[in-house]
Structure formats: structure tokens, C-alpha cells
């Protein structure tokens, strides 16, 4: 079965601190995802990557950034978290371009709190 | 503006058959039908996925209607472990197989 592992189930941060948010799965997939969920308005994309060291913005990029220097690992990093942050993050992988299925496979999502 | 229209919510009886239904009426010729699932403290799951053809699993049924502007997924038998948050999903094949979640239908089942 395919796995996805984010680091932390739940996560308390100071506003201004940097965050890392960290993603690892194990059936070599090329493409890589990140969503944030808040009540009301479902799971919008943060970033995702296509390849290592690539990278692509989703529908709500600021605030954020991302790095993926191994294949398996993809990263999302809170420059200086502020209190609108507070939400579910998750992240996801796929086979990439071309794969015919393209089902992505979720982590069980870090729910992190910006104070 | 949302890809994908669904209803809020929807009620079944255990053992029952559910029709939840989604509307995606500005789908492309090439854009995928998923539906994932979420339940409690998870992240989604994957159901099922379709282009034109009507498709069948062990979890469910996919109906995709003619003019693609439609679908409906069908559990055959709720049980109440299928008490989730269902999502219906486009994803866009030629723009790196993006997914475009709608807000989802929140399935109550009743025993």
C-alpha cells in the first residue's frame, strides 16, 4: 500500500516563527502536493512539485514556500507564520504526467495552530 | 468559480442503497471524474475515477451521465463506516493532473 507520512499530527506555533511542515512517501511518485483544509471552503492547493527541485503554485501561494531535494520528500515551510495560518494541512502524491489513473494519496494532515 | 456542484449534505439508512450526485457542467473532454472520501481526523481516500464509461469497484458504482455534465457515485449498501465527507473531483490532465475539489457532500447514515 502506498504511504504518505507528515511528521506531526499537530502542531502549536508562536506567530513570526518559521515553520516546517515535512512529507515523505514511499512509492517513488513523482508528483508531490500540498493543501490546506478550513471549514467552509474544502482543500485548496498550496504548491505542488512535479520533480525534484521542481516546483509549481497552486491557487493560494502566498505565505508559503516549499523545497523537494529528494524525490520522497517534499516540504512546506511557513516563512513567518501569522494567525490566519491556523488550519489542516495536507499533503498528497501521485504518478506523474502521463500515469493514467493520477490517484492521489493523502497523509492523515498536521493540524496546525499559529498563536 | 467551483468546478464541481455538490448537495451539503445527505441521509441514508444503513443497508440502503446512496446515490450522491455532482454536477460539472464545464468539465473538458479530457478531464478525469474522481471521487475521494474523507472520514473523521483522516485525509481523503480515493472511491473511484471515470472518463466516459460507467465504472465499478468493490467500494462503489460511478454513473457518468452522457454529456459528462453529470455524475453520480453509488454505495450499494451504506454502512454506517461509510459515514464520510464525500468529495466529487476534475482532475486536469494536462495541467500536471491537478485535482479541483468541490466542497463535498457530508453523508449521515442511520443505523
Known amino acids: 500500500d502506498v504511504k504518505v507520512t507528515q511528521s506531526s499530527r499537530y502542531l502549536v506555533k508562536r506567530t513570526g516563527e518559521k515553520v516546517f511542515l515535512e512529507c515523505v512517501q514511499d512509492m517513488d511518485h513523482e508528483n508531490m502536493f500540498w493543501y490546506r483544509q478550513d471549514p467552509g471552503l474544502g482543500l485548496r492547493l498550496i504548491y505542488f512539485s512535479y520533480d525534484v527541485k521542481m516546483k509549481e503554485k497552486g491557487d493560494i501561494p502566498e505565505g508559503y514556500s516549499v523545497s523537494r531535494e529528494k524525490k520522497e520528500r517534499f516540504s512546506l515551510i511557513l516563512e513567518s507564520a501569522s494567525t490566519n495560518q491556523t488550519s489542516m494541512y495536507l499533503c498528497?502524491?501521485?504518478?506523474?504526467?502521463?500515469?493514467?489513473?493520477?490517484?492521489?494519496?493523502f497523509g492523515a494532515g498536521t493540524r496546525l495552530s499559529v498563536l | 468559480d467551483a468546478k464541481t456542484t455538490q448537495p451539503n449534505s445527505m441521509e441514508s439508512n444503513e443497508e440502503e442503497p446512496v446515490h450522491l450526485p455532482c454536477n460539472h457542467s464545464?468539465?473538458?473532454?479530457?478531464?478525469?471524474i474522481h471521487w475521494y472520501r474523507q472520514l473523521p481526523s483522516q485525509g481523503p481516500e480515493y472511491v473511484i475515477h471515470?472518463?466516459?464509461s460507467n465504472v465499478n469497484n468493490r467500494m462503489a458504482s460511478l454513473a457518468i451521465a452522457e454529456d459528462r455534465k453529470s455524475s453520480t457515485l453509488i454505495l450499494h449498501r451504506a454502512t454506517l463506516r461509510d459515514a464520510a465527507v464525500y468529495y466529487c473531483?476534475?482532475?486536469?490532465?494536462?495541467?500536471?493532473?491537478?485535482?479541483?475539489f468541490g466542497s463535498g457532500t457530508k453523508l449521515n447514515v442511520k443505523p
Open positions: 471515470g472518463l466516459t
Open positions: 473531483i476534475l482532475r486536469d490532465v494536462d495541467n500536471f493532473n491537478k485535482f479541483y
Open positions: 498528497a502524491s501521485s504518478l506523474g504526467i502521463g500515469a493514467s489513473s493520477g490517484i492521489q494519496y
Open positions: 464545464t468539465i473538458s473532454g479530457t478531464d478525469y
